[in-house]
């Protein structure tokens, strides 16, 4: 299986480190606009380098695509891949507006292909039970918590960065709360209305003038089900290690997730004792997942769809107007 990058940042490069290790697969191609930063990335994995995507789309015989670009730019290099055939991996989240997230699942659905979206949370084996575990109850309360650290490899506090700027990027509600969002859903189903608060140079980016990124999110969230789920996100560079956590309560269950790096379900339901470890990690087991629904040309196989991660776009937009206008919104309003 032949396999193109567009975009070598942080993110493409743990997904080649995962690619060179994968049999049958190979690195054929890596697009970036900047031309060292695709050059780099492209020898370090075999590959030739390139900063069109399109005539690299047009130029390389090639199976798959790993869209690994900022996510207001996810929809044109994903949709011209889909109208080639390829099978492709998008980074999450899905795009940066509901516009494009539509257009992205349209031409997905249009085209047959297998597509997988980076909610790399989907893919665990102890996700899976815990939902088993459930036994179709719905939750009651869902509670997260996400306190991480800056991304030096993205340059996350260089005022250059694409990621400082909030209308490109979404800020950490985006990109580490949305993992939280979309894990919630997973379990929960879908969200009525949202509402939120953040602020502003209270964490990581106490005292960085010129600071326009959030760097504390809370969130709640009203279920169809009737549940509540919560979502709290610290960016901080004093936690050490760094919490990813999900507590689900439902009418038999009480568990606890424990994210990154363990992976480890805890806790009772059905009145006995949970205790598992995740066989493999998500950053592994989400692209071998996608590699077998590209090989097997079945788009089901996947473990998060363009369509549920549209769920989960619809969500953060309500999220990120309920925390500028302090309002109670409803999702997909």
Not at 11 to 19: D, F, K, N, S
Not at 108 to 131: H, I, P, T
Not at 235 to 255: G, M
Not at 298 to 305: A, F
């Amino acid at each position: 299986m032949r396999v193109a990058l567009i975009g070598a940042g942080a993110i493409a490069q743990r997904h080649v480190a995962v690619l060179q290790g994968r049999d049958g697969v190979s690195v054929a191609a890596v697009c970036d606009t900047d031309a060292a930063r695709a050059s780099q990335l492209a020898a370090r994995a075999g590959a030739t380098a390139h900063t069109d995507w399109a005539a690299m789309l047009d130029g390389e015989a090639l199976d798959a695509v790993f869209v690994c670009t900022p996510p207001g730019v996810h929809a044109p290099p994903a949709i011209a891949a889909f109208e080639r055939g390829l099978a492709v991996y998008l980074e999450k989240p899905l795009a940066r507006d509901a516009d494009d997230g539509a257009a992205i699942v349209d031409a997905w659905r249009s085209s047959g292909a297998v597509c997988g979206v980076g909610y790399q949370w989907r893919s665990l084996d102890v996700v899976a039970e815990l939902r088993a575990l459930l036994g179709g109850a719905a939750p009651g309360m869902l509670v997260s918590r996400s306190f991480g650290h800056t991304e030096s490899g993205r340059g996350d506090l260089h005022t250059e960065s694409w990621f400082t700027d909030q209308r490109r990027s979404g800020g950490i509600l985006y990109e580490l709360g949305s993992h939280d969002v979309d894990l919630q859903i997973a379990i929960a189903g879908p969200v009525e209305w949202v509402q939120g608060t953040a602020s502003t140079g209270t964490l990581a980016l106490a005292g960085v003038e010129g600071a326009r990124l959030d760097d504390a999110v809370s969130v709640v969230m009203r279920f169809a089900s009737g549940g509540i789920g919560s979502l709290h996100v610290a960016w901080t560079e004093v936690q050490d290690p760094a919490v990813y956590s999900l507590d689900v309560q439902a009418p038999d269950a009480a568990l606890l997730l424990q994210l990154d790096p363990a992976f480890h379900l805890t806790g009772r339901a059905g009145g006995r004792e949970v205790d598992s470890t995740a066989a493999a990690d998500p950053r592994e087991s989400s692209i071998d997942r996608f590699l077998e629904a590209a090989r097997a040309g079945d788009p089901s196989l996947v473990p998060c769809t363009p369509a549920d991660a549209l769920d989960t776009l619809c969500t953060l937009l309500a999220c990120e107007r309920a925390i500028q206008t302090g309002e109670r919104v409803p999702v997909g309003s």
